[in-house]
């Protein structure tokens, strides 16, 4: 169900408001280090775990903050990928998901991971979080940490994802060499998270060893920041086209404005912001999005699990 204009999606942006925003956040910014997530032992013996609904409903608290905070500070955010498909499918969560997604441009993507500060949803991103390992912020809740079963990562709590949306150049042949450089940067990143495990066969865990070996030479965190150079390469150079490097393998670059035209739509019994024209983007990531995936298909692909501190 889409609501026909949403809070912020037509707003005007004062010049001058604008200006006195960020320089106050960035004033604010220089006085605030990089933070340190505090180190502590993880006992899952001894903590009590979270279940799949109780997960669901504390990501639906931080993205209803998310969402509260954006309309306040005219920061301009819309679900994204799977989470954007299950509300316009399901009206709510895929069956067989358990995250959530937004997405936003740069610009509000820096605006957002600067400002956005709560006693209990705090963000964790290259800029905020010592040794961050991915190209794309979360925002999580600090009463609770997950655990992931095949990933050496950074321990946070339950969250939503925050994906930046970049300029792309409307050349297909500049593009494809852009994306062929990071999905191979992804590559390289996604071997060095890898954790040896149970769950992976011999093959798999032979052939991530031997990769990881080949790569000692590259600091853990070489690639992440690569990464991030690289997705902004082209902003700020008058593209009218956008892309975000997430789904890299399959995606193509889609006009900005896409981005710009905002709505607000139902999930699961609120509403929070959306593409109007969300039928390009799932279109561009899913092609027959409205079609259900064979029945062997609909799993979680996510290794994690949950527990309160």
């Excluded at 979270?50 to 920061?75: G, M, P, V, W, Y």
């Excluded at 925002?139 to 949306?165: L, S």
């Excluded at 191979?184 to 769950?199: A, E, G, H, P, S």
């Excluded at 390469?233 to 995606?251: I, P």
Aim: aromatic content about 12%; hydrophobic content about 35%.
């Amino acid at each position: 169900m889409l609501r026909r204009h949403a809070k912020h999606g037509g707003m005007e942006r004062s010049g001058s408001a604008k200006s006195l925003f960020l320089a106050k956040q960035k004033a604010a910014h220089k006085k605030k280090p990089i933070k340190k997530l505090a180190k502590y032992k993880i006992d899952r013996i001894l903590m009590k775990q979270i279940d799949i609904e109780t997960r669901k409903q504390i990501q639906l608290d931080i993205l209803q903050a998310i969402h509260d905070f954006c309309s306040t500070n005219n920061i301009r955010y819309s679900l994204g990928y799977g989470t954007l498909l299950g509300a316009i499918r399901h009206g709510g969560y895929i069956p067989w998901d358990d995250d959530i997604d937004i997405v936003m441009l740069r610009e509000d993507y820096d605006r957002f991971v600067e400002s956005f500060h709560q006693d209990r949803y705090k963000v964790a991103s290259f800029t905020t979080i010592d040794n961050w390992y991915l190209p794309f912020a979360k925002v999580y809740d600090d009463k609770t940490v997950i655990v992931d079963r095949k990933a050496n990562t950074t321990p946070i709590g339950i969250n939503v994802d925050v994906f930046p949306i970049d300029d792309a150049m409307e050349s297909e042949e500049e593009f494809k060499a852009q994306r062929a450089k990071i999905k191979r940067l992804t590559t390289c990143n996604n071997i060095k998270l890898f954790k040896i495990n149970k769950d992976s066969t011999l093959k798999n865990n032979t052939i991530a060893l031997f990769a990881k070996l080949i790569l000692l030479v590259f600091p853990k965190f070489y690639f992440v920041k690569r990464l991030i150079k690289v997705s902004q390469q082209y902003n700020h150079k008058g593209c009218t086209n956008a892309v975000y490097w997430a789904s890299v393998g399959r995606t193509t670059s889609l006009k900005k404005c896409i981005y710009e035209d905002l709505c607000e739509i139902k999930f699961e019994d609120k509403f929070f912001s959306s593409l109007r024209d969300y039928d390009t983007y799932l279109t561009n990531i899913y092609g027959d999005y409205m079609k259900l995936p064979p029945v062997e298909k609909r799993i979680s692909y996510h290794t994690s699990d949950a527990y309160w501190k």
